[in-house]
T-cell receptor, first 111, second 115 residues
Framework: GESVGLHLPTLSVQEGDNSIINCAYS??????FIWYKQESGKGPQFIID?????DKRQGQRVTVLLNKTVKHLSLQIAATQPGDSAVYFC??????????FGAGTRLFVKA | DTAVSQTPKYLVTQMGNDKSIKCEQN?????MYWYKQDSKKFLKIMFS???????INETVPNRFSPKSPDKAHLNLHINSLELGDSAVYFC??????????????FGNGTRLTVT
């Protein structure tokens, strides 16, 4: 069945360090992947996406890496800041109507 | 100028009652969704509408009935509320029905507590 899972449910990093949040997916038909950030009391917010014809995409302080061979997705946050503390979700879409979300990783940034 | 707004933000009610949650988006998107987030933060799609037409119904009990009067609005009515309905309900929208390369834009959620 479809599933999007995360290796680490909780991640704690020191301010200024880089963060890496990992995600495994099982639907080999998925070809669009998205990372969302959810702060307390708010809805998930789009961070960055990547299509399956790419293996890396960079944004402002964030990079998404896609390894289709092992069905793995990661989000790298450079110079992590206190404002990055949130729950991060990876999500996948297989050109259908549904976006399937993983379980989420809570990122704590220590000052 | 909130893009996706839903009301109310909090809803506390007793078992057996009927309640509604409203959602509006001003992004001009064609597709709207309802997601349910449980206590473990897991997000699960419930419904999706494209231009007022239902395109996804994810085996949700028929006590839940979405209604889309126009493509900018998607409401959720819940009959005979049960304890297990307690969750945070998120409305979202996307530019295209097939959400390939079209990320979701979420509202800030409605926390429903059934006592």
């Amino acid at each position: 069945g479809e599933s999007v899972g995360l290796h680490l449910p909780t991640l704690s990093v020191q301010e200024g360090d880089n963060s890496i949040i990992n995600c495994a997916y099982s639907n080999s038909a998925s070809d669009y992947f998205i990372w969302y950030k959810q702060e307390s009391g708010k809805g998930p917010q789009f961070i960055i996406d990547i299509r399956s014809n790419m293996d890396k995409r960079q944004g402002q302080r964030v990079t998404v890496l896609l390894n289709k061979t092992v069905k793995h997705l990661s989000l790298q946050i450079a110079a992590t800041q206190p404002g990055d503390s949130a729950v991060y979700f990876c999500a996948e879409n297989d050109r259908g109507f549904k976006t399937i979300f993983g379980a989420g990783t809570r990122l704590f940034v220590k000052a | 100028d909130t893009a996706v707004s839903q009301t109310p933000k909090y809803l506390v009610t007793q078992m057996g009652n009927d309640k509604s949650i409203k959602c509006e988006q001003n992004l001009g998107h064609d597709t709207m969704y309802w997601y349910k987030q449980d206590s473990k933060k897991f997000l699960k799609i419930m419904f999706s509408y494209n231009n007022k037409e239902l395109i996804i119904n994810e085996t949700v009990p028929n006590r839940f009935s979405p209604k889309s009067p126009d493509k900018a609005h998607l409401n959720l009515h819940i009959n005979s509320l049960e304890l297990g309905d307690s969750a945070v309900y998120f409305c979202a929208s996307s530019q295209q029905a097939v959400s390939y390369n079209s990320p979701l834009h979420f509202g800030n959620g409605t926390r429903l507590t059934v006592t």
